[in-house]
């Protein structure tokens, strides 16, 4: 059944490259999928090593320890003890006892030394060679290589030591010989983040805290461990076991107790080697050609530079500096000696056995493992199907298969493995890479050819359309001049219908005040036809009275004649009376003549009378006739005037288009300069093409 194992590693997807460095350099490589835009890791295949972790430099990965959790508990200041491990000498370098004090100061109620739980391994080590005789013993303090061996190479469990690593044996020894913190939980300042999964595998539930973990809260908290005094660990201190965390460190301890041991001990450290050397061993155990003792680690400086140290890259010499000169203080201290170091008596050699037997019991540190190669559901490809996949990696031949370990998996038979595992594409294949540019170069040869074909007549089309330009430009220009020309005529003629409209004005003004004073002049002429009849009437009346008045001077006359001879019959009497009608006769003659007189006055007054009327008729006649051709011409001058004003309005019209045709000509012009630069800058970036594609010709030809 699939095992679900804890991450240990975590992928950073906005970092990653997908450069598959971390495929290169990682001892197992089918635990990283890197058939997409970004790898991927199946922690379920992840052996824990590392190695990822210090070959990518892109910072996207990254450790995935307990940090937060311990924070946190401590935050809830639940009890807690810390197990230390001794590579915290080559991190914390002088210091390595200060961080004690510094543990104990924020509530850690005890520090322990895994060194001594290393002492404890050594001798559970020997036990297991005494009591069972084995072929050989696979030392397994590195949990990179228990999983290594439980899921790729099932073979050798029985081989892996049965007994468990000194961060384990260190726990147990607490929960059995000190009981007062059995039910503490407890912190493991540990330089791998795959503790936690042997941890797990045991059962126990513990804080692993890495060491550049804890480096970096102390940097961030401001914490100097210098202004801290040393403390000593609350266990019996280790004597060469803090050697453990250097490559060699168990041979070394081993080398105590057991000097001939060192004849029958392989020391190997390292990825590039020792997963090799463990491929091989089964074969070598089965042909008798193994060591007894095979003292591993994943890591090349061992715990020293493991992943949660920061110590990666860094020299041997460095990194070992501080652990040594460790060791050799507590030698002195085991040898009688005075110690350098605070709070340690002066014993003797055997002293260190004593004390490591007082810690030991049969069966207490006592290790089984788990069989996980069911995690392992790679299949390798038949030849048919290797064959297939080689076709799809452009390879058709034995001299297609290069071997160039640019995919990271050192081989083309690898690679196919990983491909048919859908762990990998053919895409990140140098050689197809180099297939595919190969046929890229042919293809860019042949649209080179095409290109430059068009290039030149683009480079036609661009000289026509600049020619055309240009003379679109020179239109515009005209156009520009004429707009600017007719503008000017108009704006004359505006004003010259605006003067016409003002005079049309002026004369519709007079116009008027002539009709109003013709039907003044009509009305007047009325008058005068209308007394003349008056005076034709009174002439027609007086010439009535003129011939009364004849009528009576004729009537008085006969009269005169009548009394003068009445009065030649009355004689003498009638004298008297005949001098009156003399008289009276006279009178009626001179009233015959005066009236004739008056009658001819009167006749020559009715003629003129009459002559005037007529002309004054004829004038009234002519003055209507005046009247309206003035109202006609007033008509004429207000449509005039109407039309005028509506020239003048619509002219303003057209000037206003005018000016938006002017506008519009001078933003044409304007785009039209534009485009002879965009057609300038056109030019220039076909010629660049041009001049590219040159460039590319000879690349390519000088590159095939």
Known sequence: MKKVLKPVIHVDEERCRNCHTCIAVCPVKICIDGSGEKVVINHDLCIGCGSCIAACTHDARKIIDDMHPFLESLGKKEKMIAIVAPASAAVFPGDFLKLNSYLKSIGIEAVFDVSFGAELTVKSYFKHIEASNPKAVIAQPCPAIVSYIELYKPELLEYLAPADSPMTHTIKMIKNYYPQYSRHKILCISPCPAKKREFEEIGINIFNVTMVSLKEHLRTAKVDLSGFNGTDYDNPPAERAVLFSSPGGLLQTALRDRPEIGSVTRKIEGPEVVYEYLDHLPQMIKEGKSPLLIDCLNCSLGCNGGPGTGNAGKSPDEVEYYVNQRSEQLKKMYAGKRSVLSGLRPGVKKNIGKIVSKFWKEGLYDRSYKRLSENNSITVPIQEEREAIYRSMLKYNENDIINCCSCGYNSCEKMAEAIHN????????????????????????????????????????????????????????????????????????????????????????????????????????????DAMKNVAEAVSGIFEMTDMIKSISTNTNLLSLNAAIEAAHAGAFGKGFAVVASEIGKLAESASENSNMISSTLSDIEKHVSGSRKITEKSSEGMKVLMTDIQQVALVISEILIQMNEMSEGSGEIIGSLNQLRSLTDTVKIESDKIRERVKEIKNAVNDITNISETTQITLVSAS
């Open 422 to 529: 859908k762990l990998n594409k053919p895409e990140n294949c140098n050689h197809y890479r180099e297939k595919v540019i190969g046929m890229e170069r042919k293809h860019l040869e042949e649209i080179y050819t095409e290109l430059s074909c068009k290039v030149s007549d683009v480079n036609k089309s661009i000289e026509a359309i600049t020619g055309s330009l240009e003379q679109f430009f020179e239109i515009i220009m005209k156009q520009a001049r004429h707009l600017g020309d007719s503008s000017a005529a108009v704006e004359e003629m505006i004003e010259v219908i605006r003067t016409l409209a003002s005079k049309a004005g002026e004369r519709k003004i007079l116009i008027e005040d002539m009709a109003e004073k013709a039907l003044a002049g009509e009305s007047s002429l009325q008058e005068t036809i």
